[in-house]
């Protein structure tokens, strides 16, 4: 019975490596994006004379659409619009050994006056 759990364990982790997205740097994928959205400086950061930056983890499909996004590293107040931005943004598909494949990278929203 251990072996038999072990075995399904094994399997479980070899499927997520064999499907393991690609970490693509910031700047290689600037320069893939094919459409880039602007998030809105929320009206309560506006009031409350706030700036700062949200850094939004993204993952990006083999067609080079935004599949999921996270805010990693910033003020919660900037959160939900760089979330939304990121989300639009489009990239030129990832390209390796012939086959488009999917890999995820940090993009950087400054809100700044």
Do not use: H
């Not at 990693?72 to 619009?81: D, E, L, Q, T, V």
């Amino acid at each position: 019975m251990k072996m038999i759990v072990l075995s399904a364990v094994l399997a479980v982790l070899g499927a997520g490596l064999a499907c393991a997205q690609e970490a693509v740097p910031g700047s290689v994928a600037m320069a893939r994006a094919t459409k880039k959205v602007a998030p809105d400086f929320p009206a309560a950061a506006r009031q409350l004379n706030l700036v700062g930056a949200s850094e939004v983890q993204i993952e990006v499909d083999e067609s080079g659409s935004v599949t999921d996004a996270k805010v990693i590293k910033g003020n919660a107040i900037f959160s939900a619009n760089a979330m939304a931005a990121a989300k639009q943004w489009k990239f030129q598909p990832m390209n390796k050994d012939g086959a488009a494949q999917k890999f995820t990278t940090v993009l950087v929203f400054n809100f700044t006056k």
